[in-house]
């Protein structure tokens, strides 16, 4: 098979299409064939050198992907060869084949086509994840959601709103505010021209965002906790704006608020299982009955990973970017 693989981390370039050897599915794992992947800003770090993949995952960037099942491994029950399937993955979507974990399994939503269905897996468990499962958003609740625009957020603002809470986000520019407008977005703030902390204020009469959504870190700190409301959460998601950052404890005992930090690709498979279970349960009936809209940008075929990448780190689109195998069948 071939696969994007990383000879030397580095820029866009770094990532070379060679033929590799075929992966083989061990105990509780199937073996997909490919049909499309997704690019995330941790397969960014990955050929930048700053983030490998956890022991014993594929080598290969890639954190979900769809396609069909060729192979089962040894004890899986449930599925079947030949079924449509998207993955969560610890590593391999930019691949022609992977092992997956049985677990990480989702069906193709009913009326989503492959390669929509490769962007849904990591943006769907991140979200429901840390706004639901570790965050507990509720209906009335106001979400602040930091980079609207994004996979992520265009995820979240749908999942927020179909769960009958109030959206706020963070964008820069107009045309990524008016996508998330679209989307159901209530309050609508540029970064680039407008302090979040205030307009979440004004917006909430001085209350402040019950739940923050952050992928910025250390640079947003000090005014997310500043915009969190009594009870607030800050659930931290990613470091954009740095690992690093200082902490006035008296603000956050103050407004009685907590802070969480998470990350998805190092959990253990019983870990990702049960938050798949949980993404099956509660967000997939909405993709299906239409609820929920999957935003994928554009799509690049797989060779084309460098070019795809270039688009990420430009921040020029908004939603998902896909890639699609050039050798799958019926894409």
Same mark, same amino acid.
């Given at each position: 098979?071939?696969?994007?693989?990383?000879?030397?981390?580095?820029?866009?370039?770094?990532?070379?299409?060679?033929?590799?050897?075929?992966?083989?599915?061990?105990?509780?794992?199937?073996?997909?064939?490919?049909?499309?992947?997704?690019?995330?800003?941790?397969?960014?770090?990955?050929?930048?050198?700053?983030?490998?993949?956890?022991?014993?995952?594929?080598?290969?960037?890639?954190?979900?992907?769809?396609?069909?099942?060729?192979?089962?491994?040894?004890?899986?029950?449930?599925?079947?060869?030949?079924?449509?399937?998207?993955?969560?993955?610890?590593?391999?979507?930019?691949?022609?084949?992977?092992?997956?974990?049985?677990?990480?399994?989702?069906?193709?939503?009913?009326?989503?086509?492959?390669?929509?269905?490769?962007?849904?897996?990591?943006?769907?468990?991140?979200?429901?994840?840390?706004?639901?499962?570790?965050?507990?958003?509720?209906?009335?609740?106001?979400?602040?959601?930091?980079?609207?625009?994004?996979?992520?957020?265009?995820?979240?603002?749908?999942?927020?709103?179909?769960?009958?809470?109030?959206?706020?986000?963070?964008?820069?520019?107009?045309?990524?505010?008016?996508?998330?407008?679209?989307? =159901? !977005? #209530? *309050?609508?703030? %540029?970064?680039?021209?407008?302090?979040?902390? $205030?307009?979440?204020? &004004? /917006?909430?009469?001085?209350? =402040? !965002? #019950? *739940?923050?959504? %952050?992928?910025?870190?250390?640079?947003?700190? $000090?005014?997310?906790? &500043? /915009?969190?409301?009594?009870? =607030?959460?800050?659930?931290?998601?990613?470091?954009?704006?740095?690992?690093?950052? $200082?902490?006035?404890?008296? /603000?956050?005992?103050?407004?009685?608020?907590?802070?969480?930090?998470?990350?998805?690709?190092?959990?253990?498979?019983?870990?990702?299982?049960?938050?798949?279970?949980?993404?099956?349960?509660?967000?997939?009936?909405?993709?299906?009955?239409?609820?929920?809209?999957?935003?994928?940008?554009?799509?690049?075929?797989?060779?084309?990973?460098?070019?795809?990448?270039?688009?990420?780190?430009?921040?020029?689109?908004?939603?998902?970017?896909?890639?699609?195998?050039?050798?799958?069948?019926?894409?």
């Amino acid at each position: 098979m071939y696969a994007i693989t990383i000879p030397e981390p580095g820029g866009p370039d770094a990532l070379v299409w060679a033929e590799v050897p075929d992966p083989v599915p061990g105990e509780g794992e199937v073996l997909v064939e490919v049909a499309a992947g997704a690019v995330n800003r941790a397969d960014v770090l990955q050929r930048q050198g700053f983030y490998d993949p956890p022991p014993g995952s594929s080598p290969y960037p890639g954190l979900e992907c769809s396609g069909r099942i060729a192979a089962l491994g040894p004890g899986v029950t449930g599925w079947s060869v030949g079924d449509r399937v998207c993955a969560l993955l610890a590593g391999g979507g930019y691949a022609q084949k992977v092992a997956v974990p049985a677990g990480q399994l989702l069906p193709v939503p009913d009326g989503v086509d492959l390669v929509t269905a490769a962007t849904l897996p990591e943006v769907a468990a991140t979200v429901w994840s840390n706004v639901f499962m570790v965050a507990g958003l509720r209906p009335g609740e106001t979400l602040l959601v930091h980079g609207g625009g994004s996979g992520i957020g265009t995820m979240a603002i749908q999942l927020a709103k179909a769960v009958g809470a109030r959206v706020a986000v963070t964008a820069g520019g107009p045309e990524k505010l008016a996508r998330c407008a679209e989307l =159901g !977005a #209530d *309050v609508l703030i %540029d970064y680039r021209e407008q302090d979040f902390v $205030e307009e979440v204020r &004004k /917006a909430t009469d001085g209350a =402040g !965002a #019950d *739940v923050i959504l %952050d992928i910025i870190g250390a640079k947003y700190l $000090e005014r997310n906790v &500043k /915009a969190l409301a009594v009870n =607030g959460r800050l659930a931290v998601i990613g470091l954009q704006g740095g690992n690093k950052g $200082e902490l006035n404890l008296g /603000a956050l005992l103050a407004k009685r608020a907590a802070i969480t930090a998470t990350s998805l690709r190092a959990r253990p498979p019983a870990e990702k299982a049960a938050i798949i279970a949980a993404v099956a349960e509660h967000v997939w009936p909405l993709i299906a009955d239409g609820t929920v809209r999957p935003v994928v940008d554009r799509a690049f075929p797989m060779p084309e990973a460098p070019e795809a990448h270039r688009t990420m780190e430009a921040s020029s689109h908004i939603g998902k970017i896909a890639l699609v195998n050039p050798d799958a069948a019926g894409v």
